[in-house]
Structure formats: C-alpha cells, structure tokens
C-alpha cells in the first residue's frame, strides 16, 4: 500500500474512479479491515499519507492493522532523478533528512521501511556508474534506518523492459546484487537486520523466448546463492509487472524446488500482483467491499501457499500482464 498518490491515481483510472483522498481512504480501508488478512499478511508498506490517514470515524486507517499483529513499513525515498552522464539511468533520492523521518515513522508505529533503486537493461546499461550509485545510496539508506531502530528493506529492482533473455537478466542481477551487498558491508550494516527485495530473473518484457516458472525458478534461486549472504533472514520478493498469477506461480516453484540450497525464507512483498483483482471487484463502489474483500484474500491465502511451496494453481488469479515500461511509483 505504498503507492504514491500519482500512482494510485493511475489504478484508479482504470476502474473509473476519480483520484481523491478521500477514495483513496475508502480503498485502503477497505484492504486494511479484510477480516483475517493477518493469516497471510504479516507487513504492510505504507505511503506516508497513508500512515496518517483517518477513516470516517475519526481513527487511524491503520488500527486494524495493528491491532492484528500486522507490522507497519513505510516508503521512505523520495523518486528517481537521472544519473548525469549516463543515458537516462536513475538513482533514488532522500537522504537528505532521512535520519529524522526515520525517527518520526519509528514513534508513529514503523517498524520497518523501504528503498527502491532501478536498473534498466540495454547495450551500455546498467553502466558502472549507475551500480554502483544505487549500490552506495541503498547501503546508507539502511545504515540511517537501522541507526534509527527500522529494519531496511533492500530494493535493488532490474526492470523487465527490454529484449534481453534471462540468462542476461541473471547476469545483470548477480552484478548488481553483488555490488549491492559489497556496499553493505562497507557501511557496516547488520545483515541479519535486513530484508532483501529483488526482481525475480526473468525475460524481458519483449524477449520472443519465454520461460516456464521452473525455469524463473531456477536462475533466481541460482542467482541469490552466488550472491546472497546466508546471515540475511529474508528474501521479499516483488512482481515486477508480471501478472498475479505468475508471480504466485514463479514464487511456488522457488519453494517446491527439489535438492536446492535456500537458507532464506523466500516470500512475497506485492503490491500489483496482489491488488488487480482487488482493485476490478470493487469498482469504487461500497456495495463491492465484501467481494473485493474476498478477493484480496484469494490471492494473499494463494502466495502464502506459494511461500511454502504448495500453490497447486486455480485461485482464479488475474492473468493479465501488468507490465508498465519504466515503471515508478
């Protein structure tokens, strides 16, 4: 739940349903008081208005959460801005007045917090420069949080636009990654205090080779052994545009995999992949709660299946591409 408000815009839009607060509210509420989303849930990631918005009682949109057990996370960057230099690569700012943010989301209830970085593929990217800006900004992103009392949540997103093949995608992932963890370490990070949340390895958008989720499988869990400290607890994985059925599929092939070294816990940290069919049941109308409801946990009770590597499929998943070119939020 931690699309910014010119994101959430853009799904409302395609429910026509006009982007106001106070939908915004409404929508929300709705995905926080689903009874029982603690069996599947253990985290939401907020936007900041979220975090202190109030209901039409007059209390916190977050309450049920809370009162739950579900933890609260909270999007602390602040976008992308083009690298100088390069050919339109992107690093991600906020640093500044991170510290005291982090304080602040501490005492309003966080407990944990998110960074994205990005990373295109193409010819010449990601270019030296590019991996090893995100690699630094991520690194002291989690250093702040974790001087701050939050768990950082490591973001290192390669997306999927592109003509390449998966071997290339694991390619790129493993430098990346392996930058990303070199930094780190230099910065002194306790890892076991951290999340990872990356891209699966898959084929680009518009590479004519597709994969099965066997194969998605394999070169991600491959990629997260040649790169992935045994000491970090988690790996949260995002859907990065693939379609909600997909992406459930693809993690319960990680989880079923035979013989494979996997010292992490290897889940889900959704927000499309979850939402799609959630957003098309309800429709903006109050009537369509329950059924949106009953949606949301479909597909929450499907990926916590996933997560233990028994999602036998047939959830009813949305299996339409939810692919968007350079995607930002």
Request: proline share 4%.
């Amino acid at each position: 739940a931690d699309e910014s408000t010119g994101t959430i815009g853009k799904r409302f839009k395609g429910i026509d349903v006009e982007n106001t607060e106070a939908n915004r509210i409404r929508y929300r509420n709705l995905l926080f008081t689903t009874p029982e989303l603690n069996k599947h849930i253990s985290g939401v990631i907020l936007f900041d208005e979220t975090l202190r918005s109030k209901d039409s009682k007059g209390e916190l949109l977050v309450k049920p959460l809370v009162e739950s057990g579900i933890k609260l996370g909270i999007k602390v960057d602040k976008g992308l801005v083009d690298i100088p230099g390069t050919d339109g690569e992107q690093s991600t700012q906020g640093l500044d007045g991170l510290a005291d943010r982090c304080k602040e989301y501490y005492s309003l209830g966080c407990r944990f917090a998110k960074w994205r970085a990005v990373y295109k593929i193409s010819e010449t990217a990601p270019s030296p420069t590019a991996i090893l800006e995100n690699a630094w900004a991520l690194a002291r992103y989690g250093a702040i949080c974790q001087d701050n009392g939050l768990v950082p949540i490591i973001e290192p997103e390669i997306l999927m636009d592109g003509e390449h093949s998966i071997e290339r995608t694991a390619e790129i992932t493993e430098i990346v990654q392996s930058a990303v963890y070199r930094a780190i370490r230099d910065q002194n990070l306790l890892l076991e205090g951290t999340l990872l949340k990356p891209n699966m390895v898959t084929p680009g958008s518009e590479c004519k080779d597709r994969c099965t989720a066997n194969d998605i499988a394999a070169y991600t869990v491959r990629t997260l052994q040649r790169t992935l400290p045994v000491s970090v607890p988690g790996v949260t994985f995002l859907s990065g545009g693939q379609s909600e059925e997909e992406a459930t599929l693809n993690l319960h092939a990680m989880n079923a995999m035979p013989g494979a070294k996997k010292p992490w816990s290897l889940t889900f940290s959704y927000g499309r992949a979850l939402q799609q069919s959630v957003l098309k049941a309800w429709k903006g109308d109050d009537k369509n709660v329950a059924a949106a409801q009953a949606a949301l946990m479909a597909r929450a009770k499907a990926n916590g299946e996933a997560q233990m590597g028994k999602y036998g499929g047939g959830s009813g998943g949305d299996k339409s591409s939810l692919f968007v070119s350079n995607y930002s939020y």
